[in-house]
T-cell receptor, first 114, second 115 residues
């Protein structure tokens, strides 16, 4: 069983540019979560998919953020018109079909907006 | 809304000794799950231990155990026989049994282990 993978691992961009991150969950995991973690803080929930359906979005997810999970497999998180405040680690996690199953995290994508 | 609080930003322990990390949470729900995750420097977050709120027995995983006090809304992590590899940021997390599945994390406790 390969773990959750994320790409890229690091991204440096200029303010105003668009960026897209990808997450590949553990195979057959139908639930996928995105979190954002700023330096010295715990992760904060952004959004959640069950299969291809986006079931919950945090108020942290402004209109500049969009997430998709086509066909219920990998997921992408896009940030449009990046701002310096978007600089953070973006974490993806997946879990299995049973609701109480543990979430397994990927290595994260570290974003720096200059 | 549920909240999780870790009041110890940093802790230190001597190798082979025991250390306890504190966590309190606030919720009006009766059914939920609690977790401790470990995040080593520049490495991904991994699950240390989990506790179902309906279980009275405290969870144990090898050198890691919890003290779950439901009435006090307290969930501490005890690490016995500390090893250098235990050095990491530790996060306490809450998940509702009813809604969604998102984790609500505390601010974290940075644990250092002295040889």
């Amino acid at each position: 069983d390969t773990g959750v993978s994320q790409d890229p691992r690091h991204k440096i961009t200029k303010r105003g540019q668009n960026v897209t991150f990808r997450c590949d969950p553990i195979s057959e995991h139908n639930r996928l979560y995105w979190y954002r973690q700023t330096l010295g803080q715990g992760p904060e929930f952004l959004t959640y998919f069950q299969n291809e359906a986006q079931l919950e979005k945090s108020r942290l997810l402004s209109d500049r953020f969009s997430a998709e999970r086509p066909k219920g497999s990998f997921s992408t998180l896009e940030i449009q018109r990046t701002e310096q405040g978007d600089s953070a680690m973006y974490l993806c996690a997946s879990s299995g079909k049973r609701f109480q199953e543990t979430q397994y995290f990927g290595p994260g994508t570290r974003l720096l907006v200059l | 809304a549920q909240t999780v609080t870790q009041s110890q930003p940093e802790m230190s322990v001597q190798e082979a000794e025991t250390v306890t990390l504190s966590c309190t949470y606030d919720t009006s729900e009766s059914d939920y799950y609690l977790f401790w995750y470990k995040q080593p420097p520049s490495r991904q977050m991994i699950l240390v231990i989990r506790q179902e709120a309906y279980k009275q027995q405290n969870a144990t995983e090898n050198r890691f155990s919890v003290n779950f006090q439901k009435a006090a809304k307290s969930f501490s992590l005890k690490i016995s026989d500390s090893q250098l590899g235990d050095a990491a940021m530790y996060f306490c997390a809450y998940r509702s049994a009813l809604q969604g599945g998102k984790l609500i994390f505390g601010q974290g406790t940075e644990l250092s282990v002295k040889p």
